[in-house]
């Protein structure tokens, strides 16, 4: 395994979810910060911002199952509402009553169903107390969401489960890759490293056996739509998205509808050349705007 995947993984611990090990880190003293990761990879994404988030906030930082170092069971039936359900195990686990949320990709849909959940008052372990949310890149509106051809085919048709038994070949990898380029803005593309430790996080545990089922939360954004919108259009938690423009799957389209659709939007477009993953693209320009958010929330 590649050394900065050992040394993150090695600085985290496992919890007991219903029977499954998944893993998460913790670090940092100050209020409570929910990190919550995208598809297809981990809490690894938080890594180039991980050092300054730890300086103000207690960071937690789970990997869902079907990724990153936590248990990826093929007999599973993985769901934004299972996910949900893990993020506040976790919380509950750890005492923690009250948190920020910065999430990223799936992790917009678990924050929106956390969200919905807090507004209606029906969690299902305690009910921590929402303090913001910052929104990255992601299907907040699955109305606005185009995703590539390889992920429809991946996650929305029998085609995945075909296809999972080649995954991790060079052909298969040499298809991931060009995905993931098409992510990444036209000066932030990934490196033969970046690359090489993106195919190790979904390989860990075999993952690649179960990737395009946990691919298939994009049909809870369809199911859950009115629910999750309902809750951010009628909160007073104070949201921010912070957006990279150039992101083909939910860039400065997907901005565009939340300006649309949510009152008083907070809306930040990051530089024309940053996409998918800001956090990683930009993330200097990711923590200023969020911590120029969070820091409005404390102020009296």
């Given at each position: 395994?590649?050394?900065?995947?050992?040394?993150?993984?090695?600085a985290?611990?496992?919890?007991?979810?219903?029977?499954?090990?998944?893993?998460?880190?913790?670090?940092?003293?100050?209020?409570?910060?929910l990190?919550?990761?995208?598809?297809?990879?981990?809490?690894?994404?938080w890594?180039?911002?991980?050092?300054?988030?730890?300086?103000r906030?207690?960071?937690?930082?789970?990997?869902?199952l079907?990724?990153?170092?936590?248990?990826?069971?093929?007999a599973?039936?993985?769901?934004?509402?299972?996910?949900?359900?893990?993020?506040?195990?976790?919380?509950?686990?750890?005492g923690?009553d009250?948190?920020?949320?910065?999430?990223?990709?799936?992790g917009?849909?678990?924050?929106?169903?956390?969200?919905?959940?807090?507004?209606?008052?029906d969690?299902?372990?305690?009910?921590?107390?929402?303090?913001?949310?910052?929104?990255?890149?992601?299907?907040?509106?699955?109305?606005?969401?185009?995703?590539?051809?390889?992920?429809?085919?991946?996650?929305?048709?029998?085609?995945?489960?075909?296809a999972?038994?080649?995954?991790?070949?060079?052909?298969?990898?040499?298809?991931?890759?060009r995905?993931?380029?098409e992510?990444?803005?036209?000066?932030?593309?990934p490196?033969?490293?970046?690359?090489?430790q993106?195919?190790?996080?979904?390989?860990?545990?075999?993952g690649?056996?179960?990737?395009?089922r946990?691919?298939?939360?994009?049909?809870?954004?369809?199911?859950?739509?009115?629910?999750?919108?309902?809750?951010?259009?009628?909160t007073?938690?104070?949201?921010?998205?912070?957006?990279?423009?150039?992101?083909?799957?939910?860039?400065?389209?997907?901005?565009?509808?939340?300006?649309?659709?949510?009152?008083?939007?907070?809306?930040?477009?990051?530089?024309?050349?940053?996409?998918?993953?800001?956090?990683?693209?930009?993330?200097?320009d990711?923590?200023?705007?969020?911590?120029?958010?969070v820091?409005?929330?404390?102020?009296?």
């Open positions: 395994m590649d050394a900065e995947l050992e040394r993150w993984k090695t985290g611990q496992y919890f007991d979810y219903l029977g499954f090990d998944v893993f998460f880190r913790v670090e940092g003293t100050g209020p409570a910060l990190l919550i990761h995208g598809y297809p990879f981990s809490s690894w994404d890594s180039l911002v991980w050092p300054a988030l730890v300086k906030f207690t960071v937690i930082a789970p990997d869902m079907g990724m990153g170092f936590s248990d990826k069971p093929v599973y039936e993985y769901s934004v509402p299972d996910h949900a359900d893990m993020h506040e195990a976790l919380l509950h686990h750890l923690v009250s948190c920020h949320v910065l999430a990223h990709d799936l917009d849909s678990v924050g929106q169903e956390l969200l919905a959940r807090y507004e209606a008052g969690n299902a372990y305690g009910a921590p107390v929402v303090e913001s949310i910052t929104w990255l890149n992601g299907g907040l509106f699955n109305e606005s969401y185009t995703p590539r051809l390889l992920q429809k085919l991946m996650s929305r048709t029998p085609l995945g489960d075909m999972s038994r080649f995954q991790g070949t060079a052909l298969a990898r040499r298809v991931v890759d995905t993931l380029d992510l990444f803005g036209r000066n932030t593309k490196t033969p490293r970046q690359l090489e993106f195919h190790q996080i979904m390989a860990f545990n075999d690649t056996r179960v990737s395009h946990v691919g298939r939360f994009v049909t809870d954004r369809y199911r859950y739509r009115n629910r999750w919108v309902r809750a951010m259009r009628e007073a938690v104070p949201m921010r998205l912070i957006d990279g423009p150039s992101d083909p799957n939910s860039g400065r389209h997907m901005a565009q509808r939340y300006l649309e659709v949510i009152p008083n939007p907070d809306v930040v477009m990051l530089a024309d050349d940053i996409a998918h993953w800001p956090q990683l693209e930009a993330p200097d990711v923590l200023r705007h969020f911590f120029a958010h820091d409005r929330v404390a102020a009296p």
